[in-house]
C-alpha cells in the first residue's frame, strides 16, 4: 500500500508540474464520457441486427489472440510485470515476495486497462448485438481479467520450460489441445447441418467449456444477457484458474524473481534502444535468420522498397504471410459465418480499422526514419516517405484480401461492395501512416506509442470526422442498395486526400534534424 500510495502521490505531483499530462488524464475522461453519451443517446434507437449470442465467437476469437501471444511468450522469455525500477530497487528490499508480486499484478490491471481501451469506442458496433454501455464495461472487465490470467500463464509457462525443449514441445501440444474437441466438433456441425450449424455452434457447452478463453467469453456474455449465476460461475472459474497460476508461482519455488527478470531487462533494453533511436538493437532477437539471397535492386528511394521486402523475406520464409496474419485470418473467416450480409462486412472492416492503428505503428517504413540510409539517398524526400511506405502497403493490400475478400464471399456480399471495403480499409491504413509522419514531423514524437497513443486516438477520430459525416449524409440522402457503396466510396475518398495532404504537409520530416536517431 506504501508503494501505490507513494505512486499516486507522484502522479499527482506530475500532473501539478506538467500540464501536458493533465491534458491527457482529461482527454480519457473525455474519451469515456464521449463513450457513454454516444451509447445513452442512441440507446433508444438501437437496431438490434445480430442476437447478443453471436457476440459469443466473436469475442471469443478476440481473447484467442491474447492467449496465443501469452503461451508465446511464456515459451520465450516470459511476461514483464514489472519495470526495472522494481528490479533495482524492490527487489532486493526487505518486502515479503507474495506482496511484491501482488503488486506487480495491480500494476498489471492497470496496463491491460490502457490495453483494452479502445473497447470503450466500439458501442456503436456492439449496439448492433443490442449491448449497451453497461455490457461494453462487462466485455472491458472480463477483458482486463482475462488479461492478468494470461500474463500469470504465461510466467507459469516460461518457470516451467525454461531451457526444457522437451517442455517447451508438450505445452505447445497442450496449449492447442485444449481446443482440438471445439474444432472438431464446428466441422462436424457445418458438415452436417451447413448453414444452420451456427445456432448449434454458439449454444454448445464446448464453446464455453474451452479453458481460459471459453470461461471469460461465456461469463460475459451470459452477464450481458442477465444470467447472473451463469456469468459469474464462469468468470470465478477464470479467476480461479488465475488463484492457481498465482498459488503456483508462490509456493512452487521460494524466489520467482529469477524468471521475471529475463522479460523485465528484456523490455528495458528494447525501449531504451528505441529511445534512443537504435532501431536495430530495439528489434533484435534470438531467432535464427536464413539467408537465401543477398543484394538490392531499384534505383534511387526505389531501393527502400526492395530493401524491406528482404528483411520481410529473411524473416519469413512466407514474406506476409505470418502467423499472426494466418491466425487472424482464420478468426475472421471463422465470425463472418456467424454475420449476415452487407452489414457483416461493414462490421469487419470497423474492427479491423481499429486493429489497424494499433498495428500500423510497427511498420518497416516508420521504423526507416531511426537509420541514417534514408536521409543520405539523393531524391525528392515525398518519393523516399512513398517508397519507404510501399511494402507495409503491399502487406495492408494482401491483408485486406484475406480479411475482408475472403469473409465476403462467405457473405455472399456483391463485387462492388466488397472491393469498395478493401479499398476504404487500405486508404485508412495509408491515412494512418501519413498521420503518423505528420506527428513525426511536427511534434518530432511517433503518436502511435506509449502513452501518446490515447491523443493519437482523437487525432484519427478527428481526420476521420470529415468523411465520416459525408458516407452518413450519402447513405441516408442516397437509399437504396447501392447506398452503402456509394457512402464508402465518399469515405475512401477522403481517406486518399487526407493522405495525401499529410504526406505533403509531413515530406520535410527528412529534413527535421530533431529527430532521435541525430540526437543520437
Known amino acids: ?26 482527454l480519457v475522461f473525455a474519451a469515456i464520457g464521449g463513450a457513454l453519451a454516444t451509447t445513452l443517446l442512441g440507446s433508444g434507437q438501437m437496431n438490434h441486427a445480430y442476437p447478443t449470442s453471436y457476440l459469443l465467437p466473436i469475442y471469443f476469437a478476440f481473447l484467442l489472440l491474447f492467449y496465443g501471444l501469452a503461451v508465446q511468450k511464456g515459451l520465450s ?36 486497462f490502457f490495453a483494452g481501451f479502445f473497447l470503450l469506442f466500439q458501442s456503436s458496433t456492439l449496439a448492433s448485438f443490442g449491448v449497451g ?13 482475462a488479461t492478468i490470467v494470461f500474463t500469470l500463464l504465461s510466467l507459469v509457462i516460461y518457470s516451467v520450460t525454461n531451457g526444457r525443449p522437451r517442455r517447451k514441445r508438450t505445452v505447445r501440444i497442450l496449449a492447442v489441445a485444449v481446443f482440438v474437441p471445439l474444432l472438431i466438433y464446428t466441422v462436424f456441425q457445418f458438415a452436417a447441418h451447413g448453414s444452420m450449424a451456427t445456432g448449434i455452434i454458439i449454444q454448445s457447452p464446448l464453446l464455453a467449456a474451452t479453458p481460459l478463453v471459453g470461461w471469460a467469453s461465456a461469463g460475459a456474455i451470459a452477464l450481458i444477457q442477465g444470467s447472473m449465476a451463469a456469468g459469474l460461475a464462469w468468470l470465478g472459474l477464470l479467476a480461479a484458474a488465475g488463484a492457481v497460476l498465482f498459488l503456483y508461482i508462490l509456493f512452487s519455488r521460494s524466489d520467482y524473481y529469477e524468471d521475471v527478470l529475463v522479460a523485465t531487462e528484456t523490455s528495458f533494453e528494447r525501449k531504451r ?67 449476415r450480409d452487407s452489414l457483416g462486412l461493414l462490421t469487419l472492416v470497423q474492427i479491423l480499422m481499429w486493429m489497424q492503428v494499433f498495428m500500423i505503428g510497427t511498420g518497416r517504413g516508420l521504423m526507416e526514419l531511426y537509420s541514417h540510409y534514408i536521409y543520405m539517398i539523393p531524391a525528392s524526400p515525398f518519393q523516399k516517405l512513398i517508397w519507404s511506405n510501399m511494402e507495409m502497403m503491399l502487406k495492408i493490400v494482401v491483408e485486406s484480401v484475406l480479411f475482408l475478400g475472403i469473409p465476403a464471399f462467405i457473405l455472399g456480399s456483391s463485387p462492388a461492395l466488397t472491393f469498395i471495403s478493401m479499398l476504404a480499409y487500405i486508404l485508412f491504413s495509408l491515412l494512418l501512416l501519413a498521420i503518423n509522419f505528420l506527428s513525426l514531423r511536427w511534434t518530432q514524437a511517433n503518436l502511435s506509442q506509449g502513452l501518446l497513443l490515447i491523443v493519437y486516438f482523437f487525432v484519427v477520430i478527428l481526420f476521420m470526422i470529415p468523411g465520416l459525416a459525408a458516407a452518413m449524409a450519402v447513405f441516408y440522402l442516397v437509399g437504396g442498395p447501392a447506398a452503402m457503396v456509394i457512402a464508402l466510396g465518399a469515405l475512401s475518398a477522403w481517406e486518399l486526400a ?13 529534413h527535421n534534424c530533431d529527430m532521435p536517431t541525430v540526437k543520437k
Open 1 to 26: 500500500f506504501y508503494l501505490f500510495r507513494t505512486s499516486l502521490k507522484n502522479r499527482i505531483k506530475a500532473v501539478i508540474h506538467k500540464p501536458a499530462k493533465l491534458v491527457l488524464y482529461l
Open 77 to 112: 522469455s516470459g511476461d514483464t510485470i514489472f519495470e526495472m525500477s522494481d528490479v533495482n530497487l524492490l527487489f532486493v528490499s526487505p518486502v515479503n515476495p507474495r506482496a511484491t508480486l501482488l503488486y506487480g499484478l495491480i500494476r498489471m490491471a492497470g496496463m491491460s
Open 133 to 145: 454501455f453497461d455490457g461494453v464495461l462487462i466485455l472491458f472487465g472480463a477483458f482486463i481479467l
Open 273 to 339: 534502444a528505441a529511445a534512443e533511436g537504435d532501431v536495430q538493437a530495439a528489434g533484435s532477437t534470438t531467432a535464427k535468420v536464413k539467408v537465401t539471397k543477398t543484394g538490392l535492386s531499384g534505383l534511387g528511394p526505389q531501393v527502400l522498397f526492395y530493401k524491406h521486402m528482404r528483411e520481410t523475406f529473411r524473416k519469413n520464409r512466407f514474406g506476409f504471410f505470418s502467423l499472426y496474419m494466418l491466425v487472424a485470418a482464420v478468426i475472421i473467416i471463422t465470425v463472418s459465418f456467424f454475420l
Open 498 to 510: 487526407a493522405a495525401l495532404i499529410c504526406f505533403v504537409l509531413s515530406r520535410q520530416v527528412l
